[in-house]
């Protein structure tokens, strides 16, 4: 039974390990563009960017969910334990993937975009960079803090999470 506590906990934080290095593929720095081709020069930007921005909306009403889910596991953290976070952690890693990637595609046709669309990018990269900083440092924190799943630290975590979250799709939701 010890052997396989061991080989769980080794199992956990490889894969959230290897999940978390994909966490920064649409942070700022590696967002990059191509050269423009024959076909952008008549795509359609605006609709593209209304899709995109649609399901930043529906991504982060799944993050806002799950992190809810979190702050209720940190407040019963007897009750839970680290694997059953790390499984809401990682599907939580997948929302913010999905995200980050659509949110590096925005900045990137941004120029291209509606003036409306535009203020509404500007105004959700920020809050997108938040939730994907709080669940890198969820994850950190569950990675090496186990048996501390009701720290304030973590609860913190949970709530920055949540709160970004409810920011993005509340104001996608109201016209972003």
């Given at each position: 039974?010890r052997?396989?506590l061991?080989?769980?906990?080794i199992?956990f934080i490889?894969?959230v390990?290897?999940g978390s290095?994909?966490?920064?593929?649409?942070t700022?720095?590696?967002?990059?563009?191509?050269?423009?081709t024959?076909?952008?020069?008549?795509?359609d930007f605006?609709?593209?960017a209304s899709?995109?921005l649609?399901q930043?909306?529906v991504?982060s009403?799944?993050?806002?969910e799950?992190a809810?889910?979190?702050?209720v596991d940190?407040?019963?953290?007897?009750l839970?334990?680290?694997?059953?976070?790390?499984d809401?952690?990682?599907?939580?890693?997948?929302?913010?993937?999905?995200m980050?990637t659509?949110?590096c595609?925005?900045?990137?046709i941004?120029p291209?975009?509606t003036?409306?669309q535009?203020?509404?990018?500007?105004?959700?990269v920020?809050?997108?960079?938040?939730v994907?900083n709080?669940?890198e440092?969820?994850i950190?924190?569950?990675?090496n803090?186990h048996?501390?799943l009701w720290?304030?630290?973590?609860?913190?975590y949970?709530?920055?999470?949540?709160?970004?979250?409810n920011?993005?799709?509340?104001d996608?939701?109201?016209?972003g």
């Amino acid at each position: 039974m010890r052997t396989s506590l061991w080989f769980k906990s080794i199992y956990f934080i490889f894969s959230v390990l290897m999940g978390s290095g994909m966490l920064l593929a649409g942070t700022p720095a590696s967002c990059q563009s191509g050269m423009p081709t024959t076909e952008s020069s008549n795509w359609d930007f605006p609709k593209e960017a209304s899709q995109i921005l649609n399901q930043i909306r529906v991504d982060s009403f799944q993050i806002r969910e799950l992190a809810a889910q979190l702050r209720v596991d940190d407040r019963n953290a007897d009750l839970v334990g680290w694997q059953a976070e790390s499984d809401l952690l990682s599907e939580l890693r997948d929302h913010v993937n999905q995200m980050d990637t659509n949110v590096c595609r925005l900045r990137t046709i941004a120029p291209m975009t509606t003036a409306q669309q535009q203020e509404a990018i500007s105004r959700i990269v920020p809050q997108a960079l938040v939730v994907t900083n709080e669940t890198e440092s969820a994850i950190d924190f569950l990675n090496n803090n186990h048996s501390y799943l009701w720290a304030p630290q973590y609860h913190e975590y949970a709530v920055a999470l949540y709160n970004s979250a409810n920011l993005i799709n509340h104001d996608l939701r109201n016209g972003g």
